[in-house]
């Protein structure tokens, strides 16, 4: 059952619904810490894309400044 999510109506029967079951019981604090892993992703990402704009503009500022006519 996936968090926040009702239980099925019926249970679910036969072997493929068995070694489903016996995996997600093995994997359980795995797949626990599969949303935390996300966000530690998605955090990640968007701190070293907005780190990638701030080079990109710190670079494309004038070295020195430009003389006026």
Avoid: F
């Avoid at 604090?29 to 990638?52: C, D, F, H, M, W």
């Amino acid at each position: 059952m996936a968090p926040g999510q009702a239980p099925l109506p019926q249970a679910a029967i036969g072997p493929v619904a068995a070694a489903l079951g016996q995996y997600a019981l093995a994997r359980q604090a795995q797949l626990k810490s599969t949303p935390e892993r996300i966000q530690a992703a998605v955090l990640g990402a968007a701190a070293a894309a907005n780190e990638y704009v701030e080079g990109d503009l710190t670079g494309a500022r004038p070295v020195r400044p430009v003389l006026a006519d």
